[in-house]
């Protein structure tokens, strides 16, 4: 059992940018991974919430977030992710109900995500946080590659 801590990130340096960048490629591949141009706006205009080993505060989980231009009570997790070798260990539960419960202190009404059609573990997951199946969105991140968009309602 490893003690972890999630924490909202506010401030940052470039050690803390390029510990993200090299989780983001190592869990999501380099064609769905974001970088140094892009993880500092997430923190400024978004939000970058962290799963941390309470020894040592290496990062093992990480969540970003935005908000909907559109309907300013709506966020979006863009990833959410816990490190390889940190797996099946209850990180990803405690980090989604974390963000969770971040999200309603912000008075936030809703929040939604995207996930491959094809990863039942992921879909049940969010699911028995009240997660439900909104549509099935064809080519959303490229052709033939279609995502299922899922809404919980905070
Ligand atoms: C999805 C993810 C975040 C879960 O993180 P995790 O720390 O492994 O999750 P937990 O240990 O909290 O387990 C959550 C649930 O996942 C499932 N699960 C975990 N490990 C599993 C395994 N080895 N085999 C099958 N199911 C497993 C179980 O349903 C588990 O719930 P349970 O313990 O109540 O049975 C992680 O697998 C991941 O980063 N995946 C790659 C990125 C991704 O797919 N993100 C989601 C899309 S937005």
């Excluded at 923190?43 to 919430?49: A, F, H, Q, S, V």
């Excluded at 935005?66 to 709506?74: I, S």
């Excluded at 070798?85 to 202190?105: D, P």
Aim: with cysteine; charged share 30%.
């Amino acid at each position: 059992m490893i003690d972890i801590s999630i924490n909202e990130v506010k401030s940052f340096d470039y050690r803390l940018i390029d510990e993200i960048k090299n989780l983001e490629k190592k869990n999501l591949g380099s064609e769905a991974s974001i970088n140094q141009w892009v993880i500092p706006v997430i923190i400024r205009y978004g939000k970058l919430i962290i799963a941390q080993k309470i020894s040592d505060n290496k990062i093992v989980g990480v969540c970003e977030l935005v908000k909907n231009w559109y309907d300013m009570r709506a966020a979006f997790i863009h990833s959410l992710y816990v490190d390889r070798e940190f797996r099946s260990k209850g990180i990803g539960k405690k980090l989604i109900s974390e963000v969770i419960n971040i999200l309603k202190k912000e008075n936030l009404e809703s929040v939604e995500l995207t996930v491959d059609p094809e990863n039942m573990t992921v879909i049940n997951l969010y699911k028995g946080f009240g997660f439900i199946l909104v549509s099935l969105e064809k080519d959303e991140y490229g052709k033939a590659v279609d995502r299922y968009l899922m809404r919980l309602k905070l």
